[in-house]
Protein backbone atom coordinates (compact mmCIF):
# COMPACT_ATOMS: atom_id res chain seq x y z
CA UNK A 1 0.00 0.00 0.00
CA UNK A 2 0.84 3.84 -0.02
CA UNK A 3 1.33 3.74 3.20
CA UNK A 4 4.19 1.15 3.38
CA UNK A 5 5.27 2.96 0.77
CA UNK A 6 5.84 5.66 2.98
CA UNK A 7 6.90 4.16 5.57
CA UNK A 8 9.80 2.21 3.79
CA UNK A 9 11.13 5.25 2.76
CA UNK A 10 11.11 6.88 6.05
CA UNK A 11 8.46 9.47 5.53
CA UNK A 12 6.37 8.55 8.82
CA UNK A 13 4.75 11.87 8.98
CA UNK A 14 3.59 10.99 5.45
CA UNK A 15 2.52 7.85 6.19
CA UNK A 16 0.44 8.75 9.41
CA UNK A 17 -1.14 11.71 7.76
CA UNK A 18 -2.85 8.08 4.79
CA UNK A 19 -3.68 5.95 7.58
CA UNK A 20 -5.37 9.21 9.24
CA UNK A 21 -7.56 9.84 5.99
CA UNK A 22 -8.34 6.00 5.99
CA UNK A 23 -9.63 5.16 9.45
CA UNK A 24 -12.04 8.73 9.29
CA UNK A 25 -13.18 7.02 5.59
CA UNK A 26 -16.72 5.78 6.23
CA UNK A 27 -15.54 3.38 3.52
CA UNK A 28 -13.03 1.18 5.31
CA UNK A 29 -13.73 -1.84 5.88
CA UNK A 30 -12.80 -4.24 9.51
CA UNK A 31 -10.00 -6.10 7.54
CA UNK A 32 -8.54 -2.29 6.07
CA UNK A 33 -9.08 -0.73 10.13
CA UNK A 34 -7.29 -3.87 11.14
CA UNK A 35 -4.30 -2.58 9.00
CA UNK A 36 -4.50 0.62 10.03
CA UNK A 37 -4.24 -0.15 13.42
CA UNK A 38 -1.63 -2.30 13.22
CA UNK A 39 0.71 -0.15 11.17
CA UNK A 40 -0.06 2.62 14.48
CA UNK A 41 0.78 0.26 16.41
CA UNK A 42 4.08 -0.71 15.42
CA UNK A 43 4.29 3.46 14.81
CA UNK A 44 3.79 3.06 18.69
CA UNK A 45 0.70 5.98 18.25
CA UNK A 46 -1.14 4.60 20.81
CA UNK A 47 -3.58 7.55 20.69
CA UNK A 48 -4.23 7.18 16.91
CA UNK A 49 -4.11 3.17 17.58
CA UNK A 50 -7.41 3.87 20.29
CA UNK A 51 -9.25 5.38 17.47
CA UNK A 52 -8.49 2.82 14.64
CA UNK A 53 -10.15 0.66 17.86
CA UNK A 54 -12.82 2.34 17.96
CA UNK A 55 -13.59 2.39 14.55
CA UNK A 56 -12.94 -1.26 14.87
CA UNK A 57 -15.59 -2.35 17.21
CA UNK A 58 -18.24 -0.25 15.71
CA UNK A 59 -17.28 -2.28 12.18
CA UNK A 60 -17.53 -5.64 14.13
CA UNK A 61 -19.62 -5.38 17.58
CA UNK A 62 -19.98 -8.58 18.50
CA UNK A 63 -16.10 -9.82 18.51
CA UNK A 64 -14.37 -9.84 21.75
CA UNK A 65 -11.31 -9.62 20.84
CA UNK A 66 -11.72 -6.06 18.97
CA UNK A 67 -13.11 -4.85 22.35
CA UNK A 68 -10.52 -6.35 24.36
CA UNK A 69 -7.59 -4.60 22.47
CA UNK A 70 -9.88 -1.49 22.82
CA UNK A 71 -9.56 -1.67 26.56
CA UNK A 72 -5.95 -2.29 26.91
CA UNK A 73 -5.02 0.70 24.98
CA UNK A 74 -7.33 2.40 26.59
CA UNK A 75 -5.94 0.89 30.29
CA UNK A 76 -2.99 2.20 29.14
CA UNK A 77 -3.43 6.17 27.87
CA UNK A 78 -5.07 6.19 31.17
CA UNK A 79 -8.64 5.61 30.25
CA UNK A 80 -9.41 3.83 32.97
CA UNK A 81 -13.27 4.26 33.05
CA UNK A 82 -13.58 3.68 29.40
CA UNK A 83 -11.05 0.85 29.54
CA UNK A 84 -13.47 -0.99 32.17
CA UNK A 85 -16.33 -0.50 30.11
CA UNK A 86 -14.83 -1.71 27.05
CA UNK A 87 -13.33 -5.08 28.90
CA UNK A 88 -16.77 -5.57 30.06
CA UNK A 89 -18.30 -5.84 26.62
CA UNK A 90 -14.98 -7.65 25.66
CA UNK A 91 -15.56 -10.46 28.67
CA UNK A 92 -19.59 -10.26 27.80
CA UNK A 93 -18.81 -11.24 24.28
CA UNK A 94 -15.95 -13.91 25.24
CA UNK A 95 -18.76 -15.77 27.93
CA UNK A 96 -21.18 -16.00 25.77
CA UNK A 97 -19.01 -17.55 22.76
CA UNK A 98 -17.43 -19.64 25.59
CA UNK A 99 -21.11 -21.00 26.23
CA UNK A 100 -21.61 -21.52 22.61
CA UNK A 101 -18.11 -23.12 22.45
CA UNK A 102 -16.39 -24.64 25.67
CA UNK A 103 -12.83 -24.45 24.26
CA UNK A 104 -12.94 -20.69 23.27
CA UNK A 105 -10.70 -18.16 24.98
CA UNK A 106 -11.00 -17.12 28.24
CA UNK A 107 -11.00 -12.82 27.92
CA UNK A 108 -11.55 -12.83 32.01
CA UNK A 109 -8.61 -15.38 32.23
CA UNK A 110 -6.65 -13.48 29.73
CA UNK A 111 -7.05 -9.97 30.97
CA UNK A 112 -6.35 -11.31 34.80
CA UNK A 113 -2.39 -11.69 33.31
CA UNK A 114 -2.28 -9.43 31.00
CA UNK A 115 0.12 -6.57 31.74
CA UNK A 116 -1.42 -4.16 29.76
CA UNK A 117 -4.10 -3.56 32.43
CA UNK A 118 -2.04 -3.33 35.50
CA UNK A 119 -3.48 -0.22 36.21
CA UNK A 120 -6.37 -1.62 36.73
CA UNK A 121 -5.59 -4.39 38.54
CA UNK A 122 -6.40 -2.52 41.90
CA UNK A 123 -10.05 -1.83 41.06
CA UNK A 124 -12.97 -3.67 42.48
CA UNK A 125 -15.02 -3.43 38.89
CA UNK A 126 -11.75 -5.18 37.62
CA UNK A 127 -10.92 -7.62 40.12
CA UNK A 128 -14.60 -8.81 39.63
CA UNK A 129 -14.75 -9.01 36.10
CA UNK A 130 -11.67 -11.03 35.94
CA UNK A 131 -13.23 -13.92 38.82
CA UNK A 132 -13.53 -17.05 37.13
CA UNK A 133 -17.46 -18.29 37.18
CA UNK A 134 -18.17 -21.10 39.43
CA UNK A 135 -19.10 -24.07 37.53
CA UNK A 136 -22.91 -24.73 37.55
CA UNK A 137 -23.85 -27.80 39.77
CA UNK A 138 -25.39 -31.10 38.03
Do not use: C
Request: hydrophobic letters at 45%; a positive charge.
Amino acid sequence: TLATSYLQLQRTNAALHLLDQLVTNPISDANAILSIAKAYADLGQTVRLETALRRLVDAMPTSAEAWYDLAAIQAIIGKQTDALAALTRAIQLSNQRILQQADAKNLAVEAAKDDRFQALRGRPEFQNLTVPPKPRAP
